[in-house]
């Protein structure tokens, strides 16, 4: 087996709308993240290089010093209140880190499909994301691309 691991550190805010405590305001996280891609034997390009480490860190790092909502949120969805490429539209009904984790996990697995489309190559990919120090949320699923 080959295994790829990747560390990202990025800082957003965000707000659970609708949660009972103080998570409903907006406040901001320094998140932890790391992807870990396992598979037989990765494809390589003419470098003999597998998947670029630096794109995978890149679907993290976009995230940073962004406003991670859900499409519900009008205020922070209102271009004339705040600047589109500030906020980052995650799916499901909240921000959370569950739903941030399965964020980085479908990018992920779509840069795998840009750089070697159409292979059968079957990969399990976990991504650990830490929203503090003691809180962390991994998604760890197979693909096939
Ligand atoms: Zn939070």
New binding site residues.
């Given amino acids: 087996m080959e295994k790829i691991i990747v560390h990202a550190t990025f800082h957003t805010g ?1 707000r659970q709308v609708g949660y009972p405590g103080v ?1 409903r305001f907006v ?1 901001g ?1 320094t998140w932890r993240g790391t992807v870990t891609i396992t598979t037989e034997a990765f494809p390589r390009d003419a470098l003999d290089m597998s998947i670029d480490f630096g794109r995978i860190k890149q679907v993290m790092r976009d995230l940073d010093h962004k406003m991670l909502v859900v499409e519900s949120d009008a205020t922070f969805t209102d271009p004339a209140l705040f600047e589109p490429e500030g906020v980052v539209v995650m799916p499901g009904k909240g921000p959370s880190v569950e739903n941030v984790a399965h964020y980085v996990f479908d990018r992920v697995v779509a840069l795998i499909a840009r750089q070697y489309p159409d292979r059968g190559i079957s990969y399990r990919i976990e991504v650990t994301i830490h ?1 503090t120090e003691n809180n962390c949320f991994v998604v760890d699923k197979s693909a096939t691309v």
Wanted: net charge negative; aromatic share 0%.
């Fill in positions: 965000h998570c406040h996280h929203e």
